[in-house]
């Protein structure tokens, strides 16, 4: 009817964006707004195209192409209005969890970062060395018949060779100014200029070798810049047929390990290696790894200890609060609630380090005022670390717990609680038979959400205790670190070694774990639902 | 009409998002196609940095690009961020070709394969051998040095004179002079400190790992044994349940506040620390006294930057940090915008016309750089962890060989 009463000019239940009707503004805007999610997705297409992310570039162009038939069509109507939503889902949950899935099942970490030609490469680099006390010659790149070369001052000599010729001395070369060959006869200077500004170019000058004599044990100049070179010699050599790496000085033939690595038949191995994919590796190692397994079943009771009770003292001191001022004698409780919620209003990562201060056993003031100045070490004790920081997190979250009570107290309606009184209930019988079932109702799915909040409460762990005291033993964990601050430590990011591959992995275990605690309880909160 | 509006604008972000993803979330300039493609005197290179150094970098940038017709594009970063950023993105391609960095961190990106050697020629000899030896691994130069920095002893002057302590117990017996607490040494709180706590531990002949005479560490760990238990030992006596000189419940804050109220005379601090010191009217700044009998040994630290093992343009990069980054002018003015010792020797000699960058280049010619190992990744934690039992109160030669223990067994 709405539709009628804003422009009667047009047909019952046709939109004024999908033709010129009317004043067709409606049409031209869509049509310009459809342009620009085109123009927006052909530039992500072209870009994912350039950086050769072809999973980007699919999901680009099915997205952009249902768009277009979204909104141009005349059917899907409800899709009109799914489809922004779906997007979303795709671009911000099922491909990250998809990535975080990918990784999961690889190796990616600190020795496995890239692919195997990088690591290659990487092993070469690492190999090949300047002879020891080799001079550094003043060194220009030349050219013949399209093959590239090098002249250097070799004392007052100038010297040239290419890859396939070893150096040897030219005569009638000129030295220009900076001391660099100038002219070589035999050969056409390329000017270092050139070098500087073609890329191409540049990585044929920096791979090029030019045997010093003809054998080849005397080594190779090399230039690095472009004007100076020197002599190096390399040992290692890459056959990429056998896939192997073959260390000419000692005979030792390092292959490609399906972990990702090059090992030699003595067990020594190349620095860099690659990332492989390793199956369920990382999620078996999370259970039977003695190193992990302890630790991680004691992160994982903490964690639970962690959520499950943060969530009862927030709620029932919360509730317990709400009742108090929800009671029309007291005066000012406008005031009071005000005040309550201030611990909520502060930032959390500033309230548990000025908590993280108060606490010290030797500066704080909780010891000072509270118990007489006595050394308690509340956060160097596996146990009172742990009731710190329940503590903190209770302080700062029965205010959100006292908001959400109150308002879901004063929606229960008067007359309910009246027909209780009249049917003779008492104080607690009608806090347990009546506010309670309809309180909880309210608040329930709250509390599942809380429990899952908690569950990650990373901010606060690591604000506090950064997870410590440790456990000791050959574990960086600690007694108060919970799953989420464990699987960060796992990770390396702060600096370790990094296995990114066991923290995907956990991270997923986590995920499933807080999916299946929240359908479960949510299921049971329907049962609530029912009994009203 | 709004309504639609706001779904096809929403539409649209989540087509942007996607090609976000693609490029990722690095800004459009540092793509590397754009240099590939360009010929003729587009060359590119692209310097990560953080805020500290971009604009002395941009002022070397300048000369090169002058001098070569290339382009030098600068993209700041957080520091912390350099290290994995560079490790995650070179190996994708979206990588620099020039990143600033700290010295530890080589043996990560080594491991990783991302960074390629330098040749810094008979330019080595210009700077201090630690900050050298620190950028070399396994006989290999990586990356170009332009700042070294160490923890010292700082004394309050006014309260204990200028003279430097030369032993733990001179320091001791000078410090209670004027007050009950010596000395205020960080331990970070309850998380523990080996870093700062380094130079008494070397002073026993306890060293994280050993070093060949080349200064590459080998991934044996050394602190085990009667010089370590030593070194546990003394942690212990001067624990609260001992002297009390050293507890856990001093973190940078706190360390600060004691030494800036003349609460604590002496302390432990980087060049770093010295800004908060504003009621010390005379700060002395010298070497870390020993308290085991050797030399005091603090961990040196150095700044440099390394080269990209995927550069596309190697030589540029190449010719950019051996001839414009090492030269004296850029180096003073990388010093200039952020106070650091400097890598480059005859630089340091000229700042260290200044006391108290002359105390902390001392204790840093004392010290050994920190291992840039991967193994050095395992250590953090552990060491720690159990100089912190120590000092609440754990037996400290058990505590100690299993951490030792527990370590190698990580290693290995």
């Known amino acids: ?532 | 009409m709004n309504k639609r509006m706001i779904i096809t604008a929403t539409a649209a972000v989540g087509v942007l998002a996607l090609a976000g993803c693609s490029a990722d979330a690095e800004p459009a300039s540092t793509e590397s196609p754009a240099a590939e493609q360009a010929g003729g005197s587009g060359a590119e290179i692209v310097v990560w940095t953080d805020a500290e150094r971009e604009e002395a970098l941009s002022a070397a940038a300048e000369a090169f690009e002058a001098d070569t017709g290339a382009t030098v594009t600068l993209v700041q970063k957080n520091f912390e961020d350099l290290r994995n950023d560079f490790i995650t993105q070179v190996p994708t391609g979206e990588g620099p070709d020039i990143t600033v960095g700290a010295h530890d961190w080589l043996g990560a990106l080594v491991t990783a394969g991302v960074v390629d050697t330098i040749d810094l020629g008979d330019k080595t000899d210009d700077f201090e051998d630690v900050a050298v030896e620190a950028m070399t691994y396994d006989g290999q130069l990586y990356a170009l040095p332009y700042s070294v920095e160490t923890v010292a002893l700082v004394q309050n002057a006014d309260l204990v004179g200028e003279e430097i302590p030369a032993t733990w117990d001179e320091l001791v017996e000078r410090g209670l002079e004027v007050s009950d607490r010596p000395i205020a040494v960080n331990t970070e709180g309850e998380t523990g400190d080996g870093y700062t706590m380094y130079g008494f531990q070397t002073s026993f002949g306890a060293p994280l790992f050993t070093q060949d005479e080349t200064g590459s560490y080998s991934n044996e760990v050394a602190m085990g044994g009667e010089n370590g238990e030593a070194f546990a030992q003394w942690l212990s006596d001067n624990s609260p349940s001992g002297t009390g000189y050293l507890s856990t419940t001093i973190d940078y804050d706190i360390n600060n506040e004691l030494f800036n109220s003349g609460e604590a005379p002496f302390t432990i601090q980087g060049p770093w620390a010295l800004s908060t010191y504003t009621d010390v009217d005379n700060i002395v700044v010298g070497p870390i006294p020993s308290a085991g009998g050797e030399t005091a040994s603090p961990l040196v630290g150095v700044q440099g930057f390394y080269l990209s093992a995927q550069s596309k343009n190697a030589l540029l990069a190449q010719e950019f940090l051996v001839n414009y980054l090492s030269t004296e002018d850029a180096q003073r003015t990388l010093y200039e915008a952020d106070p650091r010792i400097p890598a480059l020797t005859s630089l340091a000699d000229e700042v260290a016309s200044d006391p108290i960058v002359a105390g902390f280049l001392a204790a840093s010619q004392n010290g050994v750089p920190m291992p840039s190992i991967p193994e050095m990744g395992d250590v953090w934690d552990l060491w720690n962890g159990a100089e912190v039992q120590i000092l609440n109160g754990a037996d400290p030669a058990s505590t100690w060989n299993t951490m030792v223990e527990n370590l190698e067994a990580t290693i290995n």
Not at chain 1, 223 to 241: C, I, N, P, Q
Not at chain 1, 493 to 511: E, H, K, R, T
Request: hydrophobic content about 45%; overall charge negative; proline content about 4%.
């Open chain 1, 1 to 532: 009817m709405s539709t009628q009463l804003s422009s009667p000019s047009r047909p019952r239940g046709a939109s004024h964006a999908r033709s010129w009707s009317g004043r067709g503004a409606g049409f031209l805007v869509k049509l310009l707004l459809m342009a620009l999610v085109n123009a927006l997705g052909i530039a992500a297409i072209l870009a994912a195209w350039s950086a050769e992310s072809w999973i980007v570039l699919g999901a680009t162009v099915v997205l952009t192409a249902a768009a277009d038939v979204v909104y141009f069509t005349k059917r899907a109507l409800p899709l009109k209005y799914l489809f922004p939503g779906l997007s979303f889902l795709l671009v911000f949950q099922i491909f990250v969890f998809g990535y975080t899935g990918y990784i999961a099942f690889t190796n990616y970490g600190t020795g496995h970062a890239g692919s195997m030609e990088q690591a290659v490469d990487a092993a070469l680099i690492q190999d090949e060395k300047r002879v020891e006390g080799a001079e550094s010659y003043p060194l220009t790149v030349v050219e013949r018949s399209g093959e590239l070369g090098f002249a250097i001052v070799d004392g007052d000599q100038v010297r040239a060779g290419t890859t396939e010729e070893p150096l040897a001395v030219v005569s009638g070369a000129t030295i220009g100014d900076n001391g660099t060959p100038a002219t070589v006869p035999g050969y056409d200077v390329v000017p270092r200029a050139e070098v500087l500004s073609d890329t191409d170019l540049q990585q044929q000058v920096v791979s090029l070798r030019v045997p010093v004599s003809d054998d080849a044990e005397d080594g190779s100049i090399r230039t690095r810049e472009g004007s100076t070179g020197s002599v190096y010699t390399s040992s290692l050599e890459w056959d990429a047929d056998a896939q192997t790496l073959t260390d000419t000085s000692t005979g030792l033939v390092y292959e490609a390990s399906v972990d990702g690595k090059f090992r030699a038949s003595d067990g020594s191995e190349l620095a860099a290696g690659w990332y492989v994919g390793v199956g369920f590796d990382n999620f078996v190692r999370a259970v039977t790894d003695p190193d992990l397994r302890g630790p991680l079943g004691q992160v994982t009771l903490w964690t639970f200890a962690f959520a499950i009770l943060s969530v009862a003292s927030a709620f029932g001191l919360g509730l317990l609060f709400a009742l108090i001022y929800n009671d029309p004698r007291i005066r000012g409780r406008a005031i009071f609630r005000t005040l309550f919620i201030l611990p909520y209003a502060f930032p959390a990562f500033m309230s548990a380090l000025l908590w993280r201060g108060m606490l010290n056993s030797e500066f704080g003031i909780i010891n000072d005022l509270f118990f007489f100045g006595a050394n308690i070490n509340w956060l160097g004790d596996p146990f009172l670390a742990k009731v710190a920081i329940l503590w903190v997190n209770l302080w700062l979250s029965y205010p959100y717990w006292f908001l959400v009570c109150t308002g879901a107290l004063q929606a229960i309606p008067e007359d309910t609680l009246e027909a209780a009184t009249i049917d003779g209930a008492g104080r607690f019988r009608r806090f347990r038979s009546v506010i309670l079932p309809q309180l909880l109702v309210s608040t329930a799915p709250l509390a599942i959400s809380s429990f899952a909040v908690n569950f990650n409460n990373f901010t606060l762990i690591f604000m506090m205790t950064e997870g410590g005291p440790s456990f000791g033993g050959s574990t960086a964990l600690g007694h108060t670190d919970i799953l989420i601050s464990a699987i960060y430590r796992i990770s390396g990011v702060q600096g370790g070694s990094a296995d990114y591959g066991l923290a995907s992995a956990l991270s997923i275990l986590v995920f499933i774990v807080i999916g299946i605690i929240s359908a479960i309880s949510l299921r049971q909160t329907r049962k609530l639902e029912e009994m009203n």
